[in-house]
């Protein structure tokens, strides 16, 4: 396949899904670098965008209570995704000063397995992910390993 088949595969997956991904969470938090919050505020001024702390770090953030606010009917308004929406299924840990990559085992999105065959998808994700991520600031990395830290103890537990 190509990077163009691979691209076209996973939208039909996600317009199966009907983004499932996007919908029902409580209580979760879309970190955002500081370019991504800039972005955001600038034209949707009235979207509550938090400064969080965790350990050293600290790292923009919005909330979902329910549906991703920025949920349309034909997906995402955004203009441009945060990183960590457009990679996904593909989820990025920051663990001793390096990334690392894996994918979703939750049921957040029910076509990771088939994703996950998608190589060309994934090698350019995993390389815009990382390329996006080099501009996070130290703190945004910190507040980031601190949150991955977080996760991998309630995904134990």
């Given at each position: 396949m190509t990077i163009e088949e691979d691209k076209r595969k996973f939208c039909e997956y996600c317009k199966q899904c009907g983004g499932k991904c996007c919908k029902g969470d409580k209580d979760s938090i879309i970190p955002l670098s500081r370019k991504e919050a800039e972005?955001?505020?600038k034209k949707y001024p009235e979207i509550k965008i938090e400064l969080g702390r965790f350990g050293k770090g600290r790292m923009h953030f919005f909330r979902l209570n329910g549906d991703c606010l920025f949920l349309g009917e034909k997906g995402c308004v955004l203009e441009k995704k945060p990183i960590n929406c457009e990679m996904f299924p593909l989820i990025a840990l920051y663990?001793?000063?390096e990334l690392e990559f894996y994918f979703d085992d939750s049921n957040h999105c029910p076509y990771t397995k088939d994703i996950?065959?998608?190589k060309d998808w994934k090698k350019e994700t995993l390389e815009l992910s990382k390329s996006g991520m080099k501009e996070w600031n130290e703190e945004e990395k910190l507040f980031f390993s601190a949150l991955c830290e977080i996760i991998e103890k309630l995904k134990k537990a």
């Open positions: 972005a955001i505020k663990r001793n000063g996950q065959k998608l």
